[in-house]
């Protein structure tokens, strides 16, 4: 199994030095090979008159975001009107015995490699990180055309390189620490807490930079493989889970996880202003604005870390609840929107509650409910449970015991039914309205629009380092009923008191 493992590095001055300076190189050499690639798209060689270095073409869209026949120039040259580079040499491949034009990456990587020779910024940095730099960039690019994202950016700073497979090497390996050979940077000592004696191979390590930190991030494989998913039948019980910014998580047994709120409580949220304002206090360019910078940095960095390690818990403690979890297959993204504009008709505009829409996205961001989904589904991989989204439809209104669905039933904290009298801790409701569609069972002609849309059984599809298994297997019949907690003792009310996660509830 393929796993990331990451590190604290114990690197001493001189290196961090070292590795500070490689940064601020790989950025220029990022931003130029970026801007020669926009150049060439741009001028598209069409003076014939013009010396050029290589030889570019257009041939695709940047609206509709096609290339054809792959020639793009912002990653393939092409010759065209003619027009011959100063040195034919490098716009071709070498090693076929068929002439090739290279790819821009690898005509860039072999400038790269001159730029080496002349100049002693890019002489101190290791071939494979600068090779690997461009190699970031095609990756980017391939995440425009491809992948839905944006056209890549200039980068202001950049924070982390790239070791290819093979790269680093462990030294010595101790209980407490250990030591790792960075090419060209040298053997750095760091933070172990794993075992080391098991990886079969390191495959690509990336050095990050954060908070003033640096740490190592490595790619491994070990000989540990995922357990075989439970099937249906082996479930016994499931926990319906439900989260908010008022409690972080609300469990179907009557439990919560507190929300800490790491960044927006009362003492942070004012530190990190008052660090903002200092800030903007310094003047343009100084040391000071730069050490004030450094300071807010490593504030929201030990701040990131603990919301990191809150939320493991959190996920620790609901997969160890039950057989399975369910959640809902909530789209976050949409749910953190600014508000949008009311016309008045008279050419301004209405109050739209802007100000307190966008005090609930910042609520809602520093809950981290993605990165808190994304470990429940690591950690229930890593124990067999399958985790099962359903729709989030009025989960908050549906009241689980005569699914009466009234938007009056909810006011505040409390859920109180308008046709059958049922009350509870709304969060804790929306839970068990959730563990209820887990088990629910629809006819097969009822009209689905979208995956979450016909309260189907929907497996969580998890995206492992590489060559993850896929999930689906157990969801293939899906007129199977899930065997669910005893559903009659939701019904009386819950009395246990809920208290931080971490002390008995
Ligand atoms: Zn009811």
């Known amino acids: 199994m393929l796993v990331r493992w990451n590190f604290k590095l114990k690197s001493c001055q001189l290196q ?10 790989l950025k220029k050499h990022r931003n130029y090979a970026l801007r020669e690639r926009e150049i060439g798209y ?9 010396p050029v270095n290589y030889a570019w073409g257009s041939y695709c869209d940047l609206k509709t975001r096609v290339e054809y026949g792959g020639y793009c120039p912002l990653t393939c ?20 015995s068929v002439i090739k034009w290279d790819s821009a990456s690898n005509i860039q ?46 980068l202001r700073t950049l924070n982390s390189f790239n070791y290819s497979p093979g790269q680093v090497k462990l030294k010595t390996i101790k209980d407490n620490y250990a030591i790792v050979y960075l090419p060209g940077i040298g053997n750095v000592k760091m933070h172990n807490s794993r075992d080391l004696t098991s990886i079969q191979s390191v495959r690509t390590c990336t050095i990050k930079r954060a908070g003033g930190y640096w740490f190592l991030s490595m790619l491994v494989q070990i000989p540990q493989e995922l357990p075989k998913e439970k099937s249906i039948s082996q479930i016994k019980s499931v926990v319906g889970i439900d989260v908010g910014v008022n409690k972080l998580v609300a469990l179907s047994d009557g439990s919560f996880v507190e929300n800490i709120r790491v960044t927006t409580n009362i003492k942070t949220s004012r530190r990190l202003t008052m660090r903002q304002r200092a800030i903007s206090r310094k003047r343009q360019g100084s040391q000071n604005k730069n050490k004030a910078y450094a300071r807010i940095a490593r504030t929201q960095h030990k701040l990131a870390q603990h919301r990191d390690g809150y939320n493991w ?4 403690k609901i997969v160890k609840t039950a057989d399975a979890v369910g959640r809902e297959d909530l789209n976050i993204k949409n749910m953190v929107k600014r508000a949008k504009p009311k016309r008045d008709g008279k050419g301004g505009y209405k109050r739209n ?33 399958p985790v099962i989204l359903v729709n989030p439809k009025h989960s908050s209104q549906e009241c689980p015991q005569c699914r009466h669905t009234d938007k009056s039933n909810r006011s ?12 509870q801790h709304a969060d804790t409701k929306a839970s068990r309205t959730i563990v209820k569609r887990v088990g629910l069972v629809f006819p097969k002609n009822i009209k689905k629009t979208l995956p979450g849309d016909s309260r189907k059984v929907m497996p969580v599809k998890i995206s492992l380092p590489m060559g993850g298994e896929s999930r689906n297997h157990a969801y293939e019949s899906l007129n199977i009923q899930l065997s669910l907690f005893d559903l009659t003792q939701y019904t009386v009310a819950d009395n246990r008191i809920s208290k931080r996660y971490g002390k008995t509830s």
């Not at 741009?42 to 013009?50: G, M, P, Y």
């Not at 509650?353 to 950690?379: E, Q």
């Open 353 to 385: 509650g802007a100000s307190r829409k966008s005090g609930l996205n910042k609520a809602i961001l520093d809950c981290a409910w993605g990165d808190l989904f994304a470990k429940i589904a690591w950690l229930a991989a890593k124990s067999g449970k």
């Open 16 to 25: 961090q030095a070292k590795m500070s300076q490689w940064l601020i190189t």
């Open 313 to 316: 818990q959190a996920a620790s």
């Open 77 to 96: 040259p092409v010759l065209k009107h003619g027009v011959i580079p100063t040195d034919l040499n490098i716009a071709l491949k070498t090693s076929s």
């Open 412 to 423: 505040g904290e409390k859920f109180l039914c308008t046709n059958c009298g049922y009350t």
């Open 109 to 154: 990587i072999k400038v790269t490699t001159r730029l080496r020779h002349k100049l002693k910024h890019f002489s101190d940095i290791s071939a494979v990180v600068l090779q690997g730099n461009i190699l970031k960039l095609d990756t980017a690019f391939t995440n425009f055309w491809r992948h839905g994202q944006g056209f890549p950016r200039y």
């Open 42 to 50: 741009n001028t598209n060689n069409q003076n014939a008159d013009e």
